[in-house]
């Protein structure tokens, strides 16, 4: 059973850094397709990131480009997600998601294209 869970959330003012951390445990393949998406209140779940561990693609949303930084640490099984000049805008809970098996981040911003979720760390940005 894979499982996966966030940490490192917090509350930062405009302008701020934060990271967060994506541990994964149990058996997944070592080459597999690690995402981050965020959910703020009453709003749908949207994609920010992606990296392909099999050979270090990463992938971004427009909204997070040159901002935030997506990496695997593959000893670790962890992926990251490092935000730079935070925006209240980035205010959300903060969800991984993996996908096993596959030889590629085919559909990185779809939510249907990872089978596992971690339960989320919220992340606070004050103007």
């Known amino acids: 059973q894979v499982q996966l869970v966030e940490s490192g959330g917090g509350s930062v003012q405009a302008g701020g850094s934060l990271r967060v951390s994506c541990a994964v445990s149990g058996y997944i393949s070592s080459s597999h397709c690690m995402g981050w998406f965020r959910q703020a209140p009453g709003k749908e779940r949207d994609w920010v990131a992606a990296?392909?561990?099999?050979?270090?693609?990463?992938f971004y949303a427009d909204s997070v480009k040159g901002r935030f930084t997506i990496s695997q640490d593959n000893a670790k099984n962890t992926a990251y997600l490092q935000m730079n000049s935070l925006k209240p805008e980035d205010t959300a809970m903060y969800h991984c998601a993996a996908v096993s098996g596959v030889g590629y981040c085919y559909e990185p911003g779809s939510v249907d294209f990872y089978n596992y979720w971690g339960q989320g760390t919220q992340v606070t940005v004050s103007s």
């Open positions: 990296i392909y561990t099999g050979g270090g693609a990463t």
